[in-house]
């Protein structure tokens, strides 16, 4: 069945970086629009970050910008999200998945276009 296959995460101290993939199985990344996600417990899952298809534009929430760099590598079919200076709030559950990306008063709004999730990939940021 495809799914998206999210690696990366891991235990990091505050001010620590992670680098975090995510990979596609049964199908191809391509050049949709995909999206990276946050769910921490008890709370709604977030969109954060997005790589838009073709035009090579990025889209940050105001809560990870300056600090999370996304990418793509269209040769491995791979998104990558560089998090550095990481903070204790940063702590979910982080998955990728298709996205609609657009930005509205300089606002960047990032909502997933499909329902399918990966098993994502645990972030944890604590002493």
């Known amino acids: 069945q495809a799914h998206f296959v999210e690696s990366g995460g891991g235990l990091v101290q505050p001010g620590g970086s992670l680098r975090l993939s995510c990979a596609a199985s049964?199908?191809?990344?391509?050049?949709?629009?995909i999206g990276w996600f946050r769910q921490a417990p008890g709370e709604q899952r977030e969109g954060i970050s997005c790589?838009?298809?073709?035009?090579?534009?990025?889209y940050y929430a105001d809560s990870v910008k300056g600090r999370f760099t996304i990418s793509r590598d269209y040769a491995k079919d791979t998104i990558y999200l560089q998090m550095n200076n990481l903070k204790p709030e940063d702590s979910a559950t982080y998955y990728c998945?298709?996205?609609?990306?657009?930005?509205?008063?300089?606002?960047?709004?990032?909502?997933?276009?499909?329902?399918?999730w990966g098993q994502g990939t645990l972030v944890t940021v604590s002493l």
């Open positions: 998945a298709r996205a609609d990306c657009s930005r509205r008063y300089l606002k960047d709004y990032i909502t997933p276009t499909s329902g399918a």
């Open positions: 049964g199908f191809r990344l391509g050049v949709y629009p």
């Open positions: 790589f838009s298809g073709t035009d090579l534009s990025t």
